[in-house]
């Protein structure tokens, strides 16, 4: 049936017997035409009543810009016959959604293209927060990928219950903090974004299931190494995907990796007494607020601390599982800390733990977790004076540096003139006030050996080269005292 409706811009006219692809979370797009020709026209699964006559705000911020990688929008708002929210747009090719039908996976040089694309379009609009970034939100037109529906699902989160907004969601694609009703940001896109890689990578999001087996992957869930994608790429999908927004990279970096790599109450004061009550009240109100944001801070760092433990133990263990599965000879007793030994040689590592202080004042640097790795290995003394057993030690912390705009792990070890420690590169704790000052710009005691090297996502291969080129020469009877620090660089190859 023809159904004509005015809005903002114009008046258009679309068939609803005629649909674009399978209806949305927040609406379902029809064929239709106006004055400039055929449009796709967007009906919000929204009423006027549901709304509370809200304005369409999305809609004029978008079209007032000149964006290349998002559908443009031609029109907008509420008809005036139905009362009913709708979004003009250029007809497009074909969504993502509808490419990947009857493919199991793409090609790299055409999932770099996708991600890119849709990179571009999140950061042209940076700020918006999309909030339901799926295949078939995105658009193939004008010869590239396009983004549709950017804020829609602000809008309808503004003008409805929470519990219409979460089943309105994706769940294929809703990262932790939208399945726990908390608030959206950039990051929230980049998981997405992480979610339409892997499919396009492998087949499928990296949580699949029935509803509840969805929510608990994005909520407790890892995602399974893609085996057809290098280290570097399931790295970075890996970052993009933690439960912490403010673990995950920007886009910015995303980009250059991924092209790199192809309620009010009322009150009246009627007295004095009543008046003094209301102050007392909303102080004790404010009050209340800023515990429970503190409350909520020291939680989050706590969760995400313990997240990026988890990945650090998966890192270290693909390690150790690379050394045990080399050898035959290699074992891994578990006594006070996991180790692995093969001959003279035995490389271990402390449990991650979450350090109570966070920030460094004097290096700017912020901690949410700490561990460290050790080397210890006999050694062939060929003076009276060298010691039969060499050990070298590295500190490795989950922070973010003064101008990062992402918390990463890193590994960095200290020495110190005139000390034991200065052909022994050791590592600190961020406890230790050597550690702070070690990175800042004040002369202390202990100085960087070598670091920090960030050792996650696509560098987590360099941090393998290293420990376990170092350990097989210790192995070997080969590894020496550096003879100089910082260590040159041979110290760490085979050579």
């Given at each position: 049936?023809?159904?004509?409706?005015?809005?903002?811009?114009?008046?258009?006219?679309?068939?609803?017997?005629?649909?674009?692809?399978?209806?949305?979370?927040?609406?379902?797009?029809?064929?239709?035409?106006?004055?400039?020709?055929?449009?796709?026209?967007?009906?919000?699964?929204?009423?006027?009543?549901?709304?509370?006559?809200?304005?369409?705000?999305?809609?004029?911020?978008?079209?007032?810009?000149?964006?290349?990688?998002?559908?443009?929008?031609?029109?907008?708002?509420?008809?005036a016959q139905s009362d009913r929210y709708f979004l003009v747009m250029p007809i497009c090719d074909y969504s993502l959604e509808q490419h990947l039908v009857g493919r199991e996976t793409l090609e790299w040089s055409e999932i770099s293209n996708v991600t890119a694309d849709v990179i571009?379009?999140?950061?042209?609009?940076?700020?918006?927060?999309?909030?339901?970034?799926?295949?078939?939100?995105?658009?193939?037109?004008?010869?590239?990928?396009?983004?549709?529906?950017?804020?829609?699902?602000?809008?309808?989160?503004?003008?409805?219950?929470?519990?219409?907004?979460?089943?309105?969601?994706?769940?294929?694609?809703?990262?932790?903090?939208?399945?726990?009703?908390?608030?959206?940001?950039?990051?929230?896109?980049?998981?997405?974004?992480?979610?339409?890689?892997?499919?396009?990578?492998?087949?499928?999001?990296?949580?699949?299931?029935?509803?509840?087996?969805?929510?608990?992957?994005?909520?407790?869930?890892?995602?399974?190494?893609?085996?057809?994608?290098?280290?570097?790429?399931?790295?970075?999908?890996?970052?993009?995907?933690?439960?912490?927004?403010?673990?995950?990279?920007?886009?910015?970096?995303?980009?250059?990796?991924?092209?790199?790599?192809?309620?009010?109450?009322?009150?009246?004061?009627?007295?004095?007494?009543?008046?003094?009550?209301?102050?007392?009240?909303?102080?004790?109100?404010?009050?209340?607020?800023?515990?429970?944001?503190?409350?909520?801070?020291?939680?989050?760092?706590?969760?995400?601390?313990?997240?990026?433990?988890?990945?650090?133990?998966?890192?270290?263990?693909?390690?150790?599982?690379?050394?045990?599965?080399?050898?035959?000879?290699?074992?891994?007793?578990?006594?006070?800390?996991?180790?692995?030994?093969?001959?003279?040689?035995?490389?271990?590592?402390?449990?991650?733990?979450?350090?109570?202080?966070?920030?460094?004042?004097?290096?700017?640097?912020?901690?949410?977790?700490?561990?460290?790795?050790?080397?210890?290995?006999?050694?062939?003394?060929?003076?009276?004076?060298d010691e039969s057993e060499y050990t070298i030690s590295a500190s490795l912390v989950y922070a973010k540096r003064p101008n990062d705009s992402d918390f990463r792990w890193f590994e960095i070890s200290f020495w110190a003139m005139n000390s034991s420690f200065w052909k022994q590169p050791?590592?600190?704790?961020?406890?230790?006030?050597?550690?702070?000052?070690?990175?800042?710009?004040?002369?202390?005691?202990?100085?960087?050996?070598?670091?920090p090297h960030s050792i996650d996502a696509e560098d987590e291969q360099s941090f393998h080269d290293r420990w376990v080129g170092l350990f097989a020469r210790g192995a070997s009877g080969k590894l020496r005292p550096p003879q100089q620090m910082p260590p040159p660089s041979t110290f760490?190859?085979?050579?």
């Open positions: 049936m023809k159904i004509e409706i005015r809005l903002t811009e114009g008046t258009w006219i679309f068939d609803d017997s005629d649909p674009l692809g399978p209806p949305g979370g927040f609406g379902e797009v029809f064929r239709g035409s106006g004055e400039c020709g055929p449009v796709a026209v967007k009906r919000l699964m929204l009423t006027a009543d549901a709304a509370a006559h809200r304005e369409l705000t999305l809609g004029a911020t978008l079209s007032s810009r000149t964006l290349t990688n998002v559908v443009p929008v031609l029109d907008y708002g509420q008809d571009d379009g999140l950061m042209e609009v940076g700020d918006i927060v999309h909030r339901d970034l799926k295949p078939g939100n995105i658009l193939w037109h004008d010869g590239r990928w396009k983004i549709a529906d950017f804020g829609i699902a602000k809008f309808v989160e503004n003008s409805t219950s929470l519990q219409t907004l979460k089943t309105s969601l994706t769940p294929q694609y809703a990262a932790p903090e939208q399945w726990l009703m908390m608030r959206s940001t950039s990051a929230t896109d980049v998981y997405a974004l992480a979610c339409i890689v892997q499919e396009m990578i492998v087949g499928d999001p990296p949580f699949t299931g029935d509803f509840d087996a969805i929510r608990d992957g994005h909520l407790r869930g890892q995602p399974e190494r893609m085996p057809n994608a290098s280290a570097r790429i399931n790295g970075l999908v890996r970052s993009m995907l933690r439960k912490a927004q403010d673990g995950r990279p920007s886009l910015q970096r995303c980009k250059d990796i991924i092209t790199s790599a192809q309620t009010d109450v009322e009150a009246t004061a009627k007295n004095a007494l009543a008046e003094a009550g209301l102050q007392i009240a909303t102080q004790q109100a404010e009050d209340d607020a800023k515990r429970l944001e503190e409350e909520t801070r020291i939680l989050s760092i706590k969760q995400q601390g313990d997240e990026a433990a988890d990945e650090l133990l998966l890192i270290l263990n693909r390690m150790f599982d690379t050394i045990t599965d080399s050898s035959e000879a290699a074992n891994r007793p578990y006594s006070t800390a996991p180790s692995v030994c093969l001959g003279p040689a035995e490389l271990s590592f402390e449990i991650p733990n979450n350090p109570p202080r966070v920030h460094l004042e004097g290096s700017g640097w912020t901690v949410y977790a700490f561990s460290q790795i050790k080397l210890r290995c006999d050694i062939e003394r060929v003076s009276y004076s050791v590592a600190l704790s961020p406890n230790d006030r050597n550690f702070d000052v070690a990175l800042s710009t004040t002369m202390g005691v202990f100085s960087a050996a070598f670091g760490f190859s085979d050579s």
